[in-house]
Nanobody, 123 residues
Framework: QVQLVESGGGTVQAGGSLRLSCVAF????????MGWFRQSPGKEREFVAAIIPSDDSTHYADSVKGRFTISRDNAKNTVYLQMNSLQPDDTAAYYCGAGGIVDILARNRASFWGQGTQVTVSS
């Protein structure tokens, strides 16, 4: 069993930055694809970014390309999401997930989920 704990959310003005962290307890994350997802009230959960274990390749939703960066520190069993140039449309609860590559990249699924951290961007 893996427990994921996100942190780093908050309220920022448009144009600001936040760094989210996702720490894993119970098992190493090194063998899992890791993804960040977000969900706003009334909307479906959407993919934001992912990092693949085999080669540390990264993948992003078009809406965040060039602004967000996902990274991982296997020694700390932690995945990060650096978010720059935040916009009001980025307001959502952000969740990290650990799972298989196809589930994370294509199915908005994960074997393990964190509890989420709220990001609010004011205009």
């Amino acid at each position: 069993q893996v427990q994921l704990v996100e942190s780093g959310g908050g309220t920022v003005q448009a144009g600001g930055s936040l760094r989210l962290s996702c720490v894993a307890f119970g098992r190493t994350l090194s063998g899992y694809a890791m993804g960040w997802f977000r969900q706003s009230p009334g909307k479906e959960r959407e993919f934001v970014a992912a990092i693949i274990p085999s080669d540390d390749s990264t993948h992003y939703a078009d809406s965040v390309k060039g602004r967000f960066t996902i990274s991982r520190d296997n020694a700390k069993n932690t995945v990060y999401l650096q978010m720059n140039s935040l916009q009001p449309d980025d307001t959502a609860a952000y969740y990290c997930g650990a799972g298989g590559i196809v589930d994370i990249l294509a199915r908005n699924r994960a074997s393990f989920w964190g509890q989420g951290t709220q990001v609010t961007v004011s205009s």
